[in-house]
Protein backbone atom coordinates (compact mmCIF):
# COMPACT_ATOMS: atom_id res chain seq x y z
CA UNK A 1 0.00 0.00 0.00
CA UNK A 2 2.65 2.30 0.72
CA UNK A 3 3.88 2.27 -3.39
CA UNK A 4 0.30 3.71 -4.12
CA UNK A 5 0.93 6.10 -1.88
CA UNK A 6 3.88 8.01 -3.42
CA UNK A 7 3.70 11.09 -5.58
CA UNK A 8 4.67 11.00 -8.98
CA UNK A 9 5.69 13.55 -11.21
CA UNK A 10 4.74 14.43 -14.56
CA UNK A 11 8.71 14.62 -15.79
CA UNK A 12 9.07 11.44 -14.14
CA UNK A 13 6.10 9.60 -16.07
CA UNK A 14 7.33 11.16 -19.34
CA UNK A 15 11.19 9.90 -18.64
CA UNK A 16 9.56 6.32 -17.70
CA UNK A 17 7.78 6.47 -21.43
CA UNK A 18 10.87 7.68 -23.17
CA UNK A 19 12.55 5.15 -21.79
CA UNK A 20 10.01 2.38 -22.64
CA UNK A 21 9.34 3.84 -25.90
CA UNK A 22 13.67 3.81 -26.72
CA UNK A 23 13.69 0.22 -25.76
CA UNK A 24 10.91 -0.54 -27.82
CA UNK A 25 12.24 0.91 -31.13
CA UNK A 26 15.49 -0.79 -30.54
CA UNK A 27 13.88 -4.20 -30.34
CA UNK A 28 11.78 -3.19 -33.41
CA UNK A 29 15.03 -2.25 -35.24
CA UNK A 30 16.52 -5.78 -34.21
CA UNK A 31 13.79 -7.08 -35.67
CA UNK A 32 13.37 -5.71 -38.61
CA UNK A 33 16.70 -6.57 -39.71
CA UNK A 34 16.42 -9.73 -39.36
CA UNK A 35 12.99 -9.66 -40.88
CA UNK A 36 13.97 -7.90 -44.29
CA UNK A 37 12.08 -9.87 -46.86
CA UNK A 38 8.80 -9.10 -44.69
CA UNK A 39 10.00 -5.32 -45.52
CA UNK A 40 10.42 -5.78 -49.17
CA UNK A 41 7.14 -7.64 -49.58
CA UNK A 42 5.67 -4.64 -47.60
CA UNK A 43 7.48 -2.18 -49.70
CA UNK A 44 5.73 -3.81 -52.99
CA UNK A 45 2.69 -3.18 -51.63
CA UNK A 46 3.07 0.24 -50.43
CA UNK A 47 4.56 0.91 -54.20
CA UNK A 48 1.20 0.98 -55.32
CA UNK A 49 0.25 4.02 -52.94
CA UNK A 50 3.50 5.70 -52.88
CA UNK A 51 6.07 4.87 -55.15
CA UNK A 52 9.21 7.13 -53.65
CA UNK A 53 8.66 6.52 -50.25
CA UNK A 54 7.88 2.33 -50.48
CA UNK A 55 11.08 1.28 -48.59
CA UNK A 56 11.33 3.75 -46.24
CA UNK A 57 7.22 3.23 -45.30
CA UNK A 58 7.91 -0.67 -44.93
CA UNK A 59 10.14 -0.06 -42.73
CA UNK A 60 8.95 1.70 -39.98
CA UNK A 61 5.95 -0.06 -40.38
CA UNK A 62 7.74 -3.19 -39.24
CA UNK A 63 10.13 -1.47 -37.24
CA UNK A 64 6.94 0.28 -35.03
CA UNK A 65 4.53 -3.25 -35.79
CA UNK A 66 7.27 -5.33 -34.51
CA UNK A 67 5.20 -7.62 -32.08
CA UNK A 68 2.16 -8.36 -34.57
CA UNK A 69 5.46 -9.40 -36.91
CA UNK A 70 6.30 -12.10 -34.54
CA UNK A 71 2.99 -13.50 -33.32
CA UNK A 72 1.52 -13.41 -37.20
CA UNK A 73 4.86 -13.96 -39.59
CA UNK A 74 4.36 -17.30 -40.60
CA UNK A 75 0.98 -17.19 -41.30
CA UNK A 76 1.17 -14.15 -43.58
CA UNK A 77 4.46 -14.71 -45.78
CA UNK A 78 3.69 -16.83 -49.29
Not at 13 to 39: C, D, K, N
Not at 43 to 63: C, F, K, S, V, Y
Amino acid sequence: MRLLNRQVTIGGTLEALLYFAFAYLVVGFVVTFFHMPYVNMLAEQWAHWMPAGAQIAALIQITVMWPGLLLTSHLCMT
